[in-house]
């Protein structure tokens, strides 16, 4: 054996493997309901959809309220029809699958979901100032990945000696939750690089890293950005490559997840805003309907807006009330999706985050990616492309913002000079999860103080430190088990990466 496969092995072993169960499964309790019960669920996302799963195969009478007229929240898909006659589907921005999602990947082999999944050839970044930089070279190994990515250009082994605030670097390798959070939740990514004098590389990459967060780097927790370095990084032998879905969600989620909710006794209310929810006695009434438990799984916006609207929870549960209202959400986001006459050069991957010259973070090459948008470039030639940015400036006005991912765009590729736009769509939202210095303290848990009321979402804290899709199916599985366990039944597994860094 190699010293490098001992030191593998050691970090392995240090870490308590890359993948862990968080709970214990009593196999003595019974699977299904004797009787039934019923659940609320408001919000048909990633976290509603995957906690209506989770409880209507145990047998539960599950109901999911969505405000939109299709499934998905964040990572929903919609039909969109043109002048022209010409109508295709597109959605909020492009997800990523990680190899370490490891309760989603297992939600989507349920469903008959995981075979849509494709691998991406690369993790690329694009700067105008300081060369491009790939990671698929790294090795997958924590600690030994670090040490490998000076091979990429993002630091040097010299910069890393000479610099005596270099050695604040390790706080990445010591996530402890609550740790790590009391240290770190009111410091920005930006005051610690400032501090610790990152060289201006690696400032890049963190700061590309960071926006992917949906936040500036003078507004996210340096303790959000430890936690999600760790997670996606530092605590498995994943390396940074992940998989993307081979078409629309639509076709490779969303039919697949209603397709298996329909085996079970489950009810799904599209356009169904929520106009009164209450409780009453044990019981909870939504837009007039009784349920045993209720399940809040809306975005942060929405969320906010639901509890606001009550006067049950205003008057009988102020606390709650107050924590639900005061919720904060993500700055803008923008996604414009665009179909050309032109395509990009080969040898890409399709998906490259580019340093945002003002606000393109990322491009997407669906037509590499998609079946649907591949036969659409077989027919009519040219490309379709989804220009991105995370966190648009507070001061950026909304007008300019379609013109300057053009712009940003052609600075990156100038082999498309001369394009001409076939079709359009752009959004500019604000309702993803912020992950702002402090916000720790006054984050929720899954269990609320109202009985039988729970959580879910991405923007639930977490024992674990799931991230993004991850922590929306997570916090599924913990509103799940609560509930499963107060009607005596077995529990659902929940799994991670290490709860702890290396160092911790």
Do not use: C
Not at 38 to 46: A, F, K, R, Y
Not at 405 to 420: Q, R
């Amino acid at each position: 054996m190699s010293i490098k496969s001992i030191i593998a092995k050691q970090i392995e072993k240090r870490l308590g493997g890359y993948k862990i169960q968080l709970n214990k499964i009593d196999s003595s309790l019974p699977e299904k309901l004797s009787k039934e019960k019923s659940v609320g669920i408001i919000g048909g996302g990633l976290a509603g959809v995957s906690a209506a799963i989770f409880l209507s195969e145990r047998g539960f009478r599950v109901k999911i309220f969505e405000k939109e007229k299709y499934l998905g929240g964040k990572v929903g898909s919609w039909p969109v029809k043109f002048d022209d006659g010409f109508s295709t589907q597109v959605e909020h921005g492009f997800h990523a699958f990680f190899r370490q999602y490891y309760n989603l990947r297992e939600l989507l082999k349920k469903i008959d979901a995981f075979k849509y999944l494709i691998p991406i050839d690369d993790y690329l970044i694009l700067t105008k100032e300081h060369g491009n930089y790939g990671f698929r070279n790294l090795d997958t190994v924590p600690v030994l990945n670090i040490l490998s990515m000076a091979k990429t250009g993002i630091y040097s082994y010299k910069e890393a000696m000479l610099n005596p605030g270099f050695r604040k670097m390790t706080s990445l390798l010591t996530y402890n939750r609550e740790k790590t959070f009391s240290k770190f939740d009111n410091v920005s990514f930006k005051d610690f690089a400032d501090d610790v004098k990152l060289p201006p590389e690696m400032r890049l990459m963190f700061t590309t890293f960071s926006r992917a967060f949906f936040a500036e780097p003078q507004y996210i927790s340096m303790a959000e950005l430890i936690k999600s370095f760790h997670s996606y990084f530092l605590s498995n032998d994943h390396g940074l490559l992940y998989d993307v879905l081979d078409d629309d969600f639509e076709d490779t989620l969303w039919k697949p997840a209603k397709a298996y909710l329909s085996k079970f006794k489950s009810t799904i209310s599209l356009d169904s805003k929520i106009t009164s929810f209450k409780k009453e006695g044990n019981q909870f009434v939504i837009n007039d309907e009784r349920f045993d438990y209720a399940i809040i799984a809306s975005d942060v916006k929405g969320t906010k807006s639901i509890i606001n609207n009550s006067d049950y929870f205003k008057n009988e549960h102020p606390s709650f009330f107050n924590q639900m209202t005061n919720l904060k959400q993500s700055q803008r986001y923008s996604v414009l999706r665009i179909w050309i006459d032109k395509d990009i050069r080969q040898g890409v991957p399709f998906f490259i985050f580019t340093d945002a010259l003002k606000i393109l973070d990322s491009v997407t090459i669906y037509h590499r990616m998609e079946k649907s948008s591949e036969d659409w470039v077989k027919k009519n030639g040219g490309g379709i492309f989804e220009l991105h940015s995370y966190a648009v400036p507070d001061d950026f006005p909304k007008e300019e913002i379609r013109n300057q991912f053009l712009e940003e765009f052609e600075e990156y590729f100038p082999e498309i000079k001369g394009y001409k736009v076939k079709y359009e769509h752009l959004q500019v939202k604000d309702d993803f999860t912020a992950f702002h210095t402090n916000l720790y303290k006054t984050r929720p848990t899954v269990k609320t103080e109202v009985e039988s009321l729970f959580l879910a979402g991405d923007w639930v804290k977490l024992e674990n430190p799931a991230m993004l899709m991850e922590a929306a199916t997570t916090s599924a599985l913990y509103t799940a088990n609560l509930i499963l366990s107060k009607e005596g039944l077995k529990g659902e597994s929940i799994l991670s990466v290490p709860l702890r860094g290396l160092l911790a």
